[in-house]
Nanobody, 131 residues
Framework: QLQPVASGGGLVHSGGSLRLTCAPS?????????????IGWFRQVPGKEREAVSA????????KYSDSVKGRFTISRDNHENEVYVQRDHLKPEDSGIYCC???????????????????WGRGASVTVSS
């Protein structure tokens, strides 16, 4: 089964940058590709619901961003490398959390922030932004 895995987390000072990568797990027997799917990034903070941060469609439709990250985060994909990225600049302490990526086979851009639209979830990457 496809398991998208997030990597690239870490500790960064406020105002700094990090790039997260989403790629299929290499610990499965089959090879999966991400290009048929829209990919969403979500942030999980203890005590709060998982929050949609950004999503990229499987075609040329514009990417989606939450208001809290718009103008600071940039999502992109490289189908040749079979990876999806989110470049995060001007980071703030409130950007801290566990970031997960997930696949959406329908790609309904009006529902990009709806967790129930996403089928495959994988291991997240921890990001801590210090003040």
């Amino acid at each position: 089964q496809l398991q998208p895995v997030a990597s690239g987390g870490g500790l960064v000072h406020s105002g700094g940058s990090l790039r997260l990568t989403c790629a299929p797990s290499r610990h499965t027997l089959e090879y999966y590709t991400l290009d048929p799917y829209a990919i969403g990034w979500f942030r999980q903070v203890p005590g709060k619901e998982r929050e949609a941060v950004s999503a990229i469609m499987y075609d040329d439709r514009p990417a989606k961003y939450s208001d809290s990250v718009k103008g600071r985060f940039t999502i992109s994909r490289d189908n040749h490398e079979n990876e999806v990225y989110v470049q995060r600049d001007h980071l703030k302490p409130e950007d801290s959390g566990i970031y997960c990526c997930a696949t959406d086979k329908w790609g309904d851009e009006t529902k990009w922030s709806d967790r129930t639209e996403y089928g495959h979830w994988g291991r997240g990457a921890s990001v801590t932004v210090s003040s």
